[in-house]
């Protein structure tokens, strides 16, 4: 039987899940996988996949990419709403620039896409998403 870590869920999901959760203290709801609705506001984190970047004698180089989405209800929407949108927009980016090198390393946001929906989050009436693409690396598997 071999020896592993489940990469995804104890180095990815859960260190980028502690600090979210640190830094805001269980007033934006945190969770992974398929959309739930969450009340006014959450952070979700969808792993989307990994690419190969090197492959090492003794371990190997990948690249894991999630889809993370801050999602914020508001049926209305005024200047003083967009403001906090685009202020938590910010915060939760510049969380991720802090956590760059991690448990992981090269730790990137990629492209924001505002009220970029799927399917499930669009039958949620004033339901406003801003969505990133994730990417960090990992060197794992190593023997």
Known sequence: MISFVNIWDDKILDTIRTFLNTEFAGSIPVYTGEFKDMGNQSIRLN???S??????STGE???YILDISYT??????KKDT????????????????????????????LTCRINEKEE???????LNV???EWRGKFLGNIS
């Open 82 to 109: 967009w403001e906090h949108i685009l202020r938590q927009v910010s915060h939760i980016e510049a969380l991720f620039f802090q956590n760059e090198h991690n448990v992981y390393f090269d730790g990137r946001l």
């Open 72 to 77: 914020f209800k508001e049926k209305t929407i």
């Open 120 to 126: 499930d989050e669009e039958v949620i009436e004033g």
């Open 51 to 56: 690419n190969l970047i090197e492959r090492l």
């Open 130 to 132: 801003m969505r990133w």
């Open 47 to 49: 792993p989307i996949g």
């Open 61 to 63: 180089m990948r690249e």
